[in-house]
């Protein structure tokens, strides 16, 4: 897959993730498209690790469930970690 497509799927991933999540996240644009590239190579590389799920095709819905289930992963984490830091500072 190439650079823009894989940059492609993580703003799409990262996207889907948001709406999936129930909640209020922070973050614009770029923070989503960090957070589903970040997601897209944690599913890739957990696809490929535990299933043998090969990210090189673009349309296939493999990758699409894996980096979106990555980007899920990636985005409970970041509103863990942005959350313990909001409420650490207002004490």
Do not use: H
Request: aromatic content about 10%.
């Amino acid at each position: 897959m190439s650079f823009l497509a894989f940059l492609l799927l993580g703003l799409i991933a990262g996207a889907i993730a948001k709406a999936i999540l129930p909640g209020k996240q922070g973050g614009g644009l770029f923070i989503t498209l960090i957070l589903g590239v970040v997601g897209a190579l944690l599913g890739g590389w957990l696809g490929g690790l535990l299933f043998g799920i090969d990210m090189a095709e673009f349309w296939s819905i493999s990758t699409w469930l894996t980096a979106i289930v990555g980007s899920i992963i990636v985005l409970l984490i970041y509103g863990l970690v942005t959350r313990n830091s909001r409420s650490g500072s207002r004490a």
